[in-house]
């Protein structure tokens, strides 16, 4: 049974460039979440995704969206990128949206140059 | 979602218990209490969580306190590989809200 995965690990981009960022929820889970980690600190709260919709939104600009498909896979995308968005985007993935494990992939690296 | 303290740091000796202690005194009553570790910024691995009774796993047990305003994970044989930061977390709506967490280090 896989867990959650994410791709790509690694990549680098150009200021002022977009990105998108994919992840697979572990299987039977339903809820896919976003986070962002700077180096040296906590995961922050970007967004939650259930039933193809956004349903809760940290602090973060509208440069910051994503998706959820039928099959409930997710992506992340960030446009315009600032330097300060280099950090490890991790997925979470629950099955519902209250009180379940939430299970964390490997994250992406992301460094904008 | 409830804002938890943690210490910094903490050290513990290789086979000895670990218990790490969280401060969440204005956690609701339907929010649960979650633990998770990470280990050189992998991703965030899921440890226990309760609500109001004290939890077991094969990995740590939880205790939380009757009025619910702190709790303690304890990791009953700690080895190095139990070294990392870890979170506890006060959530109803699995949007999980990390602090600082308190960071582990097992000695041999």
């Known amino acids: 049974d896989a867990g959650v995965t994410q791709s790509p690990t690694h990549l680098i981009k150009t200021r002022g460039q977009q990105v998108t960022l994919r992840c697979s929820p572990k299987?039977?889970?339903?809820?896919v979440s976003w986070y962002q980690q700077a180096l040296g600190q906590g995961p922050q709260f970007i967004f939650q995704?259930?039933?193809?919709?956004?349903?809760q939104r940290g602090n973060f600009p509208d440069r910051f969206s994503g998706h959820q498909f039928p099959n409930y896979s997710s992506e992340l995308n960030v446009n315009a990128l600032l330097l300060g968005d280099s950090a490890l985007y991790l997925c979470?993935?629950?099955?519902?949206?209250?009180?379940?494990?939430?299970?964390f992939g490997e994250g992406s690296w992301l460094t904008v140059v | 979602d409830a804002k938890t303290t943690q210490p910094t740091s903490m050290d513990c000796a290789e086979g000895r218990a670990a218990n790490l202690p969280c401060n969440h005194s204005?956690?609701?009553?339907?929010?649960?209490v979650y633990w998770y570790r990470q280990i050189h910024s992998q991703g965030p691995q899921y440890i226990i969580h309760?609500?109001?009774n004290n939890e077991t796993n094969e990995m740590a047990s939880l205790i939380i306190t009757e009025d619910r305003k702190s709790s303690t994970l304890i990791l009953p044989h700690a080895t190095l590989r139990d070294t990392a930061v870890y979170y506890c977390?006060?959530?109803?709506?699995?949007?999980?809200?990390f602090g600082a967490g308190t960071r582990l280090t097992v000695k041999p």
């Open positions: 309760g609500l109001k």
């Open positions: 977390i006060g959530s109803n709506n699995n949007d999980m809200r």
């Open positions: 299987s039977g889970h339903d809820t």
């Open positions: 204005t956690i609701s009553g339907n929010e649960y």
């Open positions: 979470a993935s629950s099955r519902g949206q209250r009180g379940n494990t939430i299970y």
């Open positions: 995704y259930y039933e193809e919709e956004e349903r």
